[in-house]
């Protein structure tokens, strides 16, 4: 009872705290807000200076708020202290048979680390290293092992109902090119046709392309009327000549992974002069089976640029799922990325009860974190070593990234990094700002509200303040 009494008086005196704090939050902020229709309860805001000094501004900084995609600050500066800023993934191939002359008499085995970024151009350098080897013709099949990950029912239209969109491709070991496609139309009005090509090109996959039409463009992807499955891709509507050149990038949820990656592997293999006289299905590194070569991807230090300062959905789910195989050397799961974060925040003296974790990359409508953890855990990094590889990740205000639009005009500009997050009703921001004073601080600004759309000006309004009081 004794217990309780003092837990209520706590939460009490944190209301009544927060309540206070919320005053204080600068007039060209909480104008903005009165101006968007955004109430108090619905943000959450933390600002302090980087080595612990006290509190510049906040407002209702514990509560539990959709952090969108500045969540990629938690995987990434997990990743970065719990792997390394030089830890790279390696893909590898095995050879399980006899090799004679140009000829592997058994099959060739192609097992994934989960690498983010293993595009068309690198598995086309890798290829040629297993090339360089003396193996021309494989007289087996294909094997791919994906099992560092666990394999697992995934839904791409789950979040938002359109599975086409390249974000919403899942994780995998042998993550390819990050499983999308690109399909570019050219009216070539002499020769009365649409050039279409697409890239990256996969073995067994036809497309057929639309008629040459004229006329204003309009909804050029609807005239299309595009069918998508796992066996091809048909454009049986017309393609406008008013169009010009257009590419349309989508994510071809049919395919499997297995067959995303054994299509393009068929491809580029046969331009490199390789046969394959087998099938591609998934399988393990038998213990017969004799390293061929591998591929290193690049650092973390890199890697986390294209997450952050882009916000890359796709490489933080498979970022926040090397977490969890490497930290456990067991398959990778999402819950297990969550939980090993969630250790190595308490391990940092982070508490953070109201943090709840789906896919690492806020892409998410469960994801839960609120603006004094994120605070805490900026500061936090700021004291790490691998501080400047964390803050260089992030987009400079009005220079690059997500930010390379907003604050152009203002003192602010260039001197902030700042990760931004976008949902429909959230939008956020985070990062360190670099006052006039040489100061830097920490800013955190959440907003949940079907009005958050609007709140991007009292977001930019805090920015500036920080720079100018700061």
Same mark, same amino acid.
């Given at each position: ?5 003092? *837990?209520? $008086? ?6 009544? /705290? ?64 719990? *792997? %390394? ?45 297993? #090339? ?13 092992? #994906? ?9 791409? /239209? ?11 491709? %899942? ?8 499983? =999308?496609?690109?399909? #570019?139309?050219?009216?070539?009005? !002499?020769?009365?046709?649409? @050039? ?25 992807? $609807? ?9 091809? =891709? ?16 989508? &994510?071809?949820?049919?395919? !499997?992974?297995?067959?995303?990656? %054994? ?25 017969? $089976? @004799? ?45 297990? %990325? ?29 994801? #839960? ?6 605070? &805490?855990?900026?500061?936090? $990094? ?39 997050? !976008?949902?429909?009703?959230?939008? =956020? ?16 600004? *959440?907003?949940?509200? @079907? ?20």
């Amino acid at each position: 009872m004794q217990i309780l009494k003092r *837990l209520t $008086a706590a939460c009490f005196l944190f209301v009544i /705290a927060g309540a206070a704090l919320a005053q204080n939050l600068p007039p060209v902020v909480s104008d903005a807000l009165k101006k968007a229709e955004i109430p108090p309860y619905a943000i959450g805001v933390y600002v302090q200076q980087v080595d612990g000094g006290p509190v510049m501004t906040a407002s209702n900084w514990g509560a539990p708020l959709s952090p969108a995609s500045t969540m990629k600050l938690v995987t990434t500066g997990a990743a970065l202290d719990i *792997l %390394g800023p030089a830890f790279t993934w390696k893909t590898q191939a095995y050879a399980d048979g006899r090799q004679a002359g140009e000829v592997l008499h058994g099959d060739l085995i192609i097992k994934g680390s989960g690498d983010p970024k293993l595009v068309v151009e690198n598995l086309w350098l890798f290829l040629r290293r297993i #090339r360089a080897q003396g193996i021309r013709e494989i007289r087996g099949n294909l094997l791919l092992d #994906r099992s560092a990950f666990e394999e697992a029912a995934y839904d791409p /239209a789950s979040f938002d109902n359109d599975p086409l969109k390249p974000y919403n491709a %899942g994780p995998d070991a042998l993550l390819l090119n990050y499983k =999308a496609l690109s399909f #570019r139309f050219v009216p070539d009005q !002499t020769a009365g046709l649409v @050039r279409l090509t697409m890239e990256p090109p996969v073995d067994g996959f036809p497309v057929h392309s639309p008629s040459l039409a004229n006329g204003e463009c309009g909804d050029w992807r $609807a005239r299309l009327q595009p069918e998508f499955n796992g066996e091809g =891709a048909r454009f049986d509507g017309v393609f406008s000549t008013a169009c010009g050149e257009k590419a349309w990038f989508i &994510h071809p949820y049919q395919m !499997t992974h297995a067959q995303y990656f %054994g299509g393009v592997f068929r491809r580029i293999w046969a331009e490199l002069g390789g046969t394959l006289t087998g099938e591609v299905r998934s399988g393990i590194v038998p213990p017969t $089976a @004799r390293l061929v070569t591998e591929w290193q991807s690049p650092p973390l230090s890199e890697i986390i640029r294209d997450i952050n300062k882009y916000s890359n959905n796709v490489m933080a789910r498979q970022l926040l799922l090397t977490i969890g195989n490497q930290a456990l050397q067991l398959p990778a799961t999402p819950e297990r %990325g969550a939980a090993v974060v969630k250790r190595w925040l308490a391990k940092k003296r982070i508490e953070a009860p109201e943090l709840a974790i789906d896919n690492g990359s806020g892409l998410s409508r469960t994801e #839960r974190i609120s603006a004094l953890t994120l605070g &805490h855990l900026l500061a936090a $990094a700021y004291q790490s070593p691998t501080m400047p590889e964390f803050i260089a990740s992030m987009p400079l205000i009005g220079l690059d990234g997500t930010m390379r639009k907003r604050l152009t005009m203002q003192t602010v500009a260039g001197n902030g990094h700042i990760k931004t997050g !976008t949902l429909e009703g959230v939008r =956020a921001i985070a990062g360190y700002v670099l006052g006039a004073s040489g100061k830097r601080y920490v800013v955190v600004f *959440l907003i949940n509200h @079907r009005n958050a759309e609007r709140g991007q000006q009292a977001q930019d309004a805090l920015l500036q303040w920080v720079f100018e009081r700061g």
